[in-house]
């Protein structure tokens, strides 16, 4: 079993590190966890995916990063990845001419040794395997990676990702514009057909409407840049009737000086 663990996290932007958007957040997910982590927009939830994934433009300020015990804080995006993370958003939005299937393969490529090569016939084969597991057509490989893509096509891009690359755990951040209803069902197919004892996934979203499709182990509402409430997936079916006010923590007094 594997554990990331997020202690007492602030990260600001790089350009302006004095003024934190994550401001002291702790989480931590075990190998077969789902958590949702759930809040309205401003809250931070995206910066804190960024900087878990290592995003240049943010910076940790305070806290630490730890995959099974180890900080990951110095790591590069890439050895991040090879160690076990997957971020949706740290691939390139649109990689024209370079179709889904070589991308992939150069993915899974890159984390070999450089005398190793991955199996051409092996890889087609798992790779039309995860497919059929995830309802994907076959003439979806020879697309280029996300050119043109709708919202629904850009999920299924991403779920056959993880489906591919095995990672240990998946942040996964359901920004919020583009995600139509059937985007929504197929994140819901790919994390429900996905999740297992081996991968913790922590869903990142403000749709209450994800988890009539996912149900999580555990619910977390952030607010601020903290963690305010955390709970299992009854917590949810109360935001869904009360919605996020009545969670929103008093204004900090002015720090004594
Ligand atoms: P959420 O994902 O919860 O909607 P974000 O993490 O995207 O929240 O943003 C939290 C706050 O940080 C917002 O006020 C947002 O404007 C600011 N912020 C995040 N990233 C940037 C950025 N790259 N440049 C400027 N402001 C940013
Ligand atoms: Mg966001």
Redesign the pocket.
């Known amino acids: 079993m594997q554990t990331l663990e997020i202690r007492d996290l602030a990260v600001a932007?790089a350009?302006t590190p004095e003024t934190p958007?994550?401001k002291g957040l702790n989480l931590t997910v075990r190998s077969g966890e789902v958590h949702a982590i759930m809040?309205?927009?401003?809250?931070?939830?995206?910066?804190?995916?960024?900087a878990v994934a290592g995003h240049p433009?943010?910076t940790v300020t305070n806290g630490d990063i730890l995959l099974d015990g180890k900080s990951i804080l110095k790591m590069e995006p890439d050895e991040r990845a090879r160690a076990g993370l997957f971020l949706a958003f740290q691939y390139p939005s649109e990689i024209p001419g370079v179709s889904i299937a070589n991308f992939l393969r150069a993915a899974l490529q890159s984390r070999l040794g450089e005398n190793e090569n991955i199996n051409a016939a092996n890889y087609y084969k798992t790779l039309y395997e995860k497919m059929d597991l995830l309802q994907i057509a076959r003439s979806f490989t020879s697309r280029s990676v996300n050119e043109g893509f709708s919202g629904g096509e850009k999920k299924r891009c991403e779920i056959l990702q993880m489906s591919m690359l095995k990672p240990a755990f998946a942040f996964m951040?359901e920004?919020?514009s583009g995600l139509d209803i059937d985007a929504l069902k197929i994140v819901a197919h790919g994390v429900n057909t996905l999740r297992g004892p081996e991968l913790g996934i922590v869903l990142?979203t403000?749709y209450q409407r994800l988890l009539n499709y996912i149900v999580p182990d555990y619910v977390h509402v952030?607010f601020d840049?903290r963690i305010v409430k955390s709970g299992d997936k009854t917590l949810a079916l109360e935001l869904e009737t009360r919605g996020y006010d009545w969670l929103k923590p008093a204004p900090q007094p002015p720090a004594a000086s």
Do not use: E, F, R, W
């Open positions: 932007l350009a958007i994550v809040g309205p927009n401003g809250t931070g939830k995206s910066t804190l995916s960024k433009d943010y951040d920004t919020d990142i403000h952030m840049g």
